[in-house]
Every structure is written in structure tokens, then in C-alpha cells.
């Protein structure tokens, strides 16, 4: 692996300020999903080491707690500006476990570390109220105060950002960290637990578990000491954990799933939409939760639309992300390349034509040519369920009224794209869209100071900006009388 600095691959977890292994000395192999070879093994870890991280962190959290918000600030932006230091060997990290091009993986380490500033800033303006009181001799103040132990479940495709999504706004507010981030990229996670070290943060407050996933995602439910979950993944394992939550009422944040529809109207900047496809379906390999799964194009641009999106889709390269001008990786594994042809097969079978693509990439493995297709049947597969992966259906409409429909008709709520300049349009539909996060000329909304999150089964709650710190917060109301 080419990092300078060596210290950052981890193979053994982070807990209460140690490099453990598990109890039994098992682990597990982390594949690299581009050459399908070894990168290397970490702790399978289970029940009893989570157990005893959780009674870790329950005790580091008193000192933690009580120091002060610039305190905690300050080490914040110490872990931020180690992160920004070590930004190529991390995405050198990265990408040699999750596939994606080198460029994206240098820029998700900016985009991580955007929250551990944002972070580090915002918790200095955690402020409570206080009300007017309806008695004269009685006052009435709001408190804000850090919910208690975190546990944090992360998924592969942004290995780095959603953990710092996650436990900057914990830290940040008082309340220590465990993480067990997914088992396809767990050494970018403890690259950030080291440079956390590093950073000087007291044992105990920052946690990382690799290992069953069941386990240690049933022991953090269950465990009494644990009062928040916050978890970013698929919505089927969103429900499990939600539901092992409920015995003991833990607040619970959940970034699930998504299906985002992508609107080009017929006034649009055509290029600019085409772009915003590009950006919005093709990143990551179609791996995203925001990416573009339904594209409407209006009737009367449909055809130029297809053929422009073509020519720019025939220019993506694939192959591995550590050469410098790829654009496109693997798919994370076998799996998830058997769903893509599972979709397109179905859809293809159902009436849909195909542009570009529809087949495995010459090069093998886990690599799949991007695919647009068109005239796609809205009985298809890839119509209701995510695809996770470089295929674009494409579907004509005629009307704002039908498309806004078609686009809400959805059990997801999490991203929405639409390109337009008409002023009066462009309010109509933000507000008809029944999505978290509308990208108006934008395939690429995400940043740190924006609130993203989802409607109906795409989650719960809200990561990044001021909202982003109040899933880590009691609220607290004192009544004082006798004045
Ligand atoms: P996933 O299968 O739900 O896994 C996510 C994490 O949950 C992994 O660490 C996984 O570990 C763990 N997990 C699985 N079963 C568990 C259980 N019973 N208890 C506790 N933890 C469990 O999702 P994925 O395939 O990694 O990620 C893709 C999904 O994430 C997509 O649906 C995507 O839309 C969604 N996503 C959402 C957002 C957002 O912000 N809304 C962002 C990124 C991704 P194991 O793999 O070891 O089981």
C-alpha cells in the first residue's frame, strides 16, 4: 500500500484508548473489491467486547461532559486539521478498500472533515430559552445537555464521512462514541480513530468496534447505558435496529435508504441537467443514497436529453480507482453486481431499450459497464427498489402534475433533482416534492451546514448543519420558584 504514513492501518480495534483484538483472537478478511484480493484482517469482534466498550464510554462520559464546549472544541479542530494533513493517505485507504476513483476518495475526506469543523464551531451555540412565566414568582429556563453514549452503525460507501456525519456533532455536544463501521471498509474507520488519538482526545470518548454485526448491534440496542443510536444504512436493517431499540426508549436517528427521482423540465438547461445526472446517478459507482434511480425527462426534450446523457455516460472509465484517471470503480461485490443485472435483465424483459452499457465491464470481477436505459416500464424492478449501482432508467412524461406523482410515488423520502428556470415552477415543485432534500440545477447537494435526511422510510432525524446536534441532546426545563 502506498501510505507515507504507516501508522494510520490499523488492524485492531480502538477502545477505552488501547488497540485491542477480540476476545478470542478471531478476525475477519477485508477484500479489495477492485482486484479481489486481501487487504488485510481485523478484530470479529461480538457481545462481550461491546459490553465492555459501552461500560468504557458510560464511564468516560462524566469528564467529558463537564469539560466545556471550546474545549471540546478545540480538539475537534485538532482531529479535523490531522484528518486535512493525511488527506492522500487516507484516500489512498479508501479507495483500496472500497473501490471508489482516488479523486473521489480525496474528496470525501474533505467532505469528512467539513463536519468535524462545522462541528467544532456549532457546539460553542448550543443555547437553551427562557420563557416567560405565567406566575410572577416562578422562572422558567431550557437547558440543553448531551444524551448520554452514542452508538454508531456506518455502511461502505462513504467510509469516512459517515462516521464524521455521526460523531462530530456527538463529540462535539459531550457524548462519547462507539462505532462499528461495515465490515467491506473498517481500516479507513480505524485510520480516523488513530488520528482521534493522536488528536489527544481522553480515553474512552471515541470507540471503534469491526466484527458481527448482529452482536454488536444487538448489545448497543439493549444495553440501558447506550442512549442513542444513530445508525446510516440500508432501511430493512433500520427497522431491526429501531425495533431492538424500543425495550429500552433510546432516541434513534436512522439515514436509510432512498430512491431519488431526477425531474429535467422542458425549460431546463439541458447541458446543465445532463450534468447534474452525471453527478447525481454516476458517483461512487451509483452507490450512493441520493443517487438519481428514476430520471423523468419531459416529452418535448427526451430524445436530446438520451442522446447528449449518452455521449457523456461513453466517456466514464472504469477500472481501479487508484489510476489516476479513472472515474469509475468496482461495485462493492458479487452481490451487488448480481442486483444490477438482476434489474436491467427485468427491465429489458419488461420493454426497456438500452443506450449504453447493460453488461458486465470487460474487465470482470465486480466491475459493470454504466448503462442508461429508456422507455423503462414503471412496472419494472428498477422502478420501486434502489439499485445501488451505475445503471440510469430513464421514463418521458408530459405534465409537472403527472411527474410530480410519478416522482412521489415512492415508499422512499431521502433525495430529489430538479432542473428548471422557471421561478414559479421551481417553488411548485420544491414544495410538492416529498423528499428531505431537493436538488433545484444541482446534482450535487450534500455539504456539511445543510440538513440531509429523509421522509417517510428513508429515516429519522437529521445529520449535518445546527439540526444535526439536536439528535444528541436532552432538552431539559427548570422550573424555578419562590423569586
Ligand atoms: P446495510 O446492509 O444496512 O449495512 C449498514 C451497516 O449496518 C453495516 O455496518 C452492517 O454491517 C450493519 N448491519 C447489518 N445488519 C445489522 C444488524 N442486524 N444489526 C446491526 N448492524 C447491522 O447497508 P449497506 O449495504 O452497507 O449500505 C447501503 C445502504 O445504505 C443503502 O440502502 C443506502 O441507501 C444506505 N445509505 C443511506 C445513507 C443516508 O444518509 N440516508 C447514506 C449512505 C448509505 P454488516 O455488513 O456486517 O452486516
Not at 363 to 382: Q, W
Not at 446 to 455: D, L, N, Q, T, V
Request: with cysteine; hydrophobic share 40%.
Amino acid at each position: 500500500m502506498n501510505i507515507s504514513n504507516k501508522s494510520l492501518f490499523k488492524n485492531k480495534c480502538f477502545v477505552n484508548g488501547e488497540w485491542i483484538n477480540s476476545a478470542n483472537n478471531s478476525s475477519i478478511d477485508v477484500i479489495n473489491p477492485a482486484t479481489l484480493k486481501s487487504i488485510g484482517k481485523v478484530p470479529d469482534c461480538g457481545t462481550k467486547e461491546t459490553h465492555e466498550a459501552i461500560k468504557k464510554a458510560y464511564e468516560s462520559w462524566k469528564n467529558w461532559k463537564e469539560k466545556t464546549a471550546l474545549e471540546r472544541s478545540i480538539l475537534l479542530k485538532k482531529w479535523n486539521d490531522l484528518i486535512l494533513a493525511n488527506q492522500e493517505d487516507l484516500a489512498q485507504i479508501m479507495t483500496i478498500e472500497q473501490g471508489k476513483p482516488i479523486s473521489e476518495s480525496r474528496a470525501e475526506i474533505v467532505y469528512g472533515a467539513s463536519f468535524v469543523e462545522w462541528f467544532a464551531e456549532e457546539c460553542k451555540r448550543v443555547y437553551g430559552d427562557i420563557i416567560p412565566d405565567r406566575f410572577k414568582d416562578k422562572r422558567t429556563v431550557v437547558i440543553k445537555q448531551p444524551i448520554g453514549v452514542v452508538g454508531a452503525i456506518t455502511p461502505w460507501n462513504f467510509p469516512s464521512s459517515m462516521i464524521t456525519r455521526k460523531c462530530a456533532p456527538a463529540l462535539a455536544v459531550g457524548c462519547p462514541v462507539i462505532i462499528k463501521p461495515a465490515p467491506q471498509t473498517p481500516f479507513s474507520a480505524l485510520a480516523l480513530a488513530s488520528l482521534a488519538e493522536k488528536a489527544g482526545f481522553p480515553k474512552g470518548v471515541i470507540n471503534i468496534l469491526t466484527g458481527d454485526a448482529e452482536k454488536i448491534g444487538k448489545e448497543l440496542c439493549s444495553n440501558s447505558l447506550v442512549r442513542k443510536i444513530s445508525f446510516t444504512g440500508s432501511t430493512e436493517v433500520g427497522k431491526i435496529l429501531l425495533k431492538q431499540s424500543a425495550p429500552t426508549v433510546k432516541k434513534v436517528s436512522l439515514e436509510l435508504g432512498g430512491h431519488a427521482p431526477f425531474i429535467a423540465f422542458e425549460d431546463c438547461d439541458i447541458d446543465e441537467a445532463v450534468t447534474g445526472a452525471i453527478q447525481s446517478k454516476f458517483r461512487n459507482t451509483g452507490q450512493t443514497c441520493v443517487c438519481a434511480n428514476r430520471i423523468f425527462i419531459h416529452e418535448k426534450i427526451y430524445e436530446i436529453f438520451i442522446k447528449k446523457f449518452t455521449e457523456e455516460v461513453s466517456k466514464i472509465k472504469v477500472g481501479n480507482g487508484l489510476e489516476e484517471n479513472v472515474t469509475a470503480g468496482p461495485l462493492i461485490d458479487n452481490l451487488a453486481v448480481e442486483k444490477v443485472k438482476d434489474h436491467i435483465q427485468d427491465a429489458i424483459k419488461k420493454g426497456s431499450k438500452i443506450a449504453i452499457g447493460g453488461k458486465p465491464h470487460d474487465l470482470g470481477g465486480n466491475f459493470y459497464e454504466p448503462t442508461i436505459l429508456y422507455d423503462v416500464s414503471i412496472k419494472a424492478k428498477i422502478t420501486n427498489e434502489e439499485t445501488f449501482g451505475p445503471v440510469a432508467p430513464i421514463y418521458k412524461f408530459s405534465s409537472e402534475k403527472e411527474v410530480i406523482e410519478m416522482a412521489n410515488n415512492s415508499e422512499y423520502g431521502l433525495a430529489s433533482y430538479f432542473f428548471s428556470r422557471d421561478i414559479g415552477r421551481i417553488w411548485r415543485v420544491s414544495e410538492a416534492l416529498e423528499y428531505g432534500i431537493v436538488g433545484v440545477n444541482t446534482g450535487l447537494p450534500s455539504k456539511a451546514e445543510i440538513p440531509f435526511g429523509g421522509m417517510k422510510q428513508s429515516g429519522l432525524g437529521r445529520e449535518g448543519s445546527k439540526y444535526g446536534l439536536e439528535d444528541f441532546l436532552e432538552i431539559k426545563y427548570i422550573n424555578m420558584a419562590g423569586i
